[in-house]
């Protein structure tokens, strides 16, 4: 990134854990731990380096392979030479042949006086089967590292095996801070790219906040400026990020990876998903689901009513996954051979029916986020209602808890369209629709891209309130 945008409340965070460490500086334990995880390319490794330059301290930052235990090992003393520690050469020279060794080592390294950081990004390639290198981690801080005055940031993209790492039963359990690291939100999206909200919406859906791929973004480009642009570079960001992902979190995992795909497609249900998935069985069907949904990559959601459902869908929790999955990763092949036109047109084709849909989940975010307000109040849980037939389908559901709830506070339609305001028609569905959910005259909102065009509403909010709930 040319600019370093947003992530204020992450700085602080990392600003207010050193602090605790200048501030213990002599004591018998002034080190602390922080466990930073988030999906591949969200900007982790970027996070830290700004934080570490900001803070003017010592500073090694190491970035396991995962090749071998001796590559990674050596790969430490290179790292520790190329940091600002005092005598990280004692690392290089050393050749520690374990991680025992190369912890104690370390601990000698680290200055008494003065606080120091030390990062070591990609922690999952360390973690084996029997906990062998979590032993080695913990005891080295219980013994060594947590008596220097050292802030620790532990890095990890597998966001199930950093979970792992702080859980109950594990080694390491309550040693760290845990600390999620999210794409851009849209406000951040906007403010880096100097865009108006409607845009800024539409370029969160398209490059999922991911800083790679909003560096490629010019500022002040619209949707198919930039698209235009990406899709006559191969190896754009846009284009490659996702394979790459894919690649390193699904190596071995070719049926997995096949049920995303399906999911990508637009697929929601169990059947359909199986049906395009090749026909595989329910029992390895839900296999993959279930791989999918530990690795955070897919979200399986229930209607939100005051009755029980079965009726449960699957959704791509990535925006960026979700656009590549459906409009960018069929059409590799052809955008490799100079015909990225072809794809363009195809997403202008398709562009105002998945933007529909994909926006669903970002207005319920920013809906938690801003109530409760002057006309709805807060609701514990906001989610969506349907039926198995789509005969009823509402977009916005907010309660008291999910999926089953004890009270409806509100419902609400999303009308994401161009020069197509909410109307009456609109207004008269969404009643419609109500009234098949609960006979209670619960508020109704409307969500829309282009304005409201009518009365009887007890709730309206356009792309710029919905902006301002990443803003406050």
């Not at 039963?169 to 690291?181: A, C, I, N, S, T």
């Not at 109704?444 to 990443?470: F, K, M, N, T």
């Amino acid at each position: 990134m040319a600019e370093f945008v947003g992530r204020r409340r992450e700085l602080k965070l990392l600003d207010r854990e050193l602090s605790k460490v200048v501030a213990e500086v002599g004591g018998a334990r002034p080190g602390r731990c922080v466990l930073l995880r988030g999906r591949r390319r969200v900007g982790k490794s970027r996070l830290v380096e700004i934080f570490a330059e900001r803070a003017e301290v010592p500073f090694l930052f190491y970035a396991a392979t995962g090749a071998s235990p001796e590559v990674d090992l050596e790969r430490l003393g290179r790292d520790a030479q190329a940091s600002s520690l005092p005598s990280a050469g004692l690392l290089a020279a050393a050749r520690p042949s374990s991680w025992d060794a190369a912890f104690d080592i370390l601990g000698a390294t680290l200055p008494s006086d003065r606080a120091s950081v030390v990062v070591m990004d990609e922690v999952p390639y360390l973690m084996d089967a029997e906990g062998n290198f979590e032993g080695m981690l913990q005891r080295a801080w219980d013994r060594v590292l947590e008596t220097k005055p050292v802030l620790l940031i532990l890095i990890g993209s597998d966001l199930s095996m950093m979970e792992a790492l702080n859980s109950y039963g594990r080694p390491f359990h309550q040693r760290g801070r845990e600390m999620v690291l999210g794409p851009l939100d849209p406000a951040e999206v906007g403010e880096m790219l100097d865009l108006e909200p409607q845009t800024a919406f539409d370029a969160a859906l398209i490059t999922g906040g991911l800083p790679l791929v909003c560096a490629e973004w010019s500022r002040g480009a619209g949707v198919w400026e930039f698209l235009a642009d990406a899709l006559d570079n191969p190896v754009s960001a846009l284009l490659v990020s996702a394979e790459r992902s894919l690649a390193a979190e699904f190596p071995q995992q070719a049926q997995a990876r096949a049920v995303l795909s399906a999911i990508g497609s637009g697929e929601r249900t169990f059947s359909n998903i199986a049906r395009a998935a090749g026909g595989i069985s329910a029992a390895s069907l839900q296999r993959s689901l279930a791989v999918l949904a530990d690795k955070r990559v897919i979200a399986a959601e229930l209607p939100v009513a005051t009755w029980p459902s079965k009726d449960r869908r699957y959704r791509v929790a990535d925006p960026y996954l979700r656009f590549w999955l459906k409009l960018l990763g069929p059409a590799m092949a052809e955008i490799e051979r100079g015909r990225g036109d072809l794809t363009l047109a195809r997403i202008r084709e398709n562009w105002t029916s998945w933007r529909g849909r994909a926006i669903e989940p970002l207005v319920r975010e920013a809906l938690a986020r801003l109530l409760p307000d002057a006309n709805l109040p807060a609701a514990p849980a906001i989610g969506g209602y349907w039926t198995r037939t789509n005969d009823v389908e509402i977009d916005i559901v907010g309660a008291d808890r999910e999926p089953v709830a004890k009270e409806l506070l509100f419902v609400g339609s999303v009308k994401w369209l161009e020069n197509s305001p909410f109307d009456r028609h609109d207004l008269a569905a969404l009643h419609r629709h109500r009234a098949a959910l609960t006979a209670e005259p619960v508020p109704v909102l409307a969500v829309s891209r282009s304005g409201i065009d009518c009365a009887g509403l007890d709730a309206a909010y356009g792309p710029a309130e919905l902006l301002a709930a990443w803003s406050t």
